[in-house]
């Protein structure tokens, strides 16, 4: 089955223009959303169209962005289509699955797709490793002040609490309230502490 999906991202829009595209291209259900954004992946009839997929069907959209805004979550389509074997076209792209150039076409979306994951990622961890060598280092802010210090040796230590019932009292995790005690253990044996 030939099956169509519009997308208006407001009310005001017409998604007259769609429909009568799709019709032409053979589309016998269209699937139309009205005020949903392409970036969003759980639309109504977007939702209610994939449900309906079958193998052998063929999805046509009018243009790339009216079924997904970003690369990745086309590319992301692209593969839940090729698992279903469905497959897709976009008129005005001219994007077509079912011949090999189509294919050779969504391998480059793909490939380009996963170039830009692995720039990040390689952005990412470099900007890490400049961060280190400069002494900073990742994650969350320490809560660990001498007020917490403070706590954890009245509540921990004194009143004899466990770590996880330390943390709750104070809103913070198990390990930071494990690193405030090394740190109360370190003070005590080095007799900075009270005994």
């Known amino acids: 089955m030939i099956i169509g999906y519009a997308r208006v991202s407001t009310g005001e829009q017409d998604p007259a223009l769609q429909e009568d595209a799709l019709r032409a291209a053979g589309c016998e259900r269209i699937y139309t959303d009205v005020g949903y ?11 209610r169209m994939l449900d309906s997929l079958r193998e052998g069907d063929i999805v046509v959209a009018w243009k790339l962005d009216r079924i997904f805004r970003s690369v990745k979550g086309l590319v992301d389509l692209m593969n839940t289509f090729q698992e279903k074997g469905v497959q897709f076209r976009s008129l005005t ?3 077509d699955t079912t011949t090999p150039t189509g294919m050779l076409v969504f391998h480059i979306f793909a490939s380009i797709a996963e170039f830009e994951r692995d720039l990040i990622r390689e952005r990412t961890n470099a900007g890490l490793k400049a961060a280190r060598a400069r002494g900073h280092h990742g994650g969350r802010p320490s809560v660990i002040d001498e007020h917490m210090l403070d706590m954890v040796e009245k509540l921990y230590f004194k009143a004899e609490m466990t770590a996880s019932e ?3 009292q104070l809103g913070v995790s198990v390990s930071t309230v494990n690193r405030a005690a090394r740190i109360v253990r370190e003070r005590r044996s080095k007799g900075e502490g009270e005994q």
């Open 37 to 47: 954004s392409g970036a969003k992946a759980h639309r109504p009839q977007f939702d």
């Open 93 to 95: 792209e001219g994007i």
């Open 166 to 168: 330390t943390a709750g």
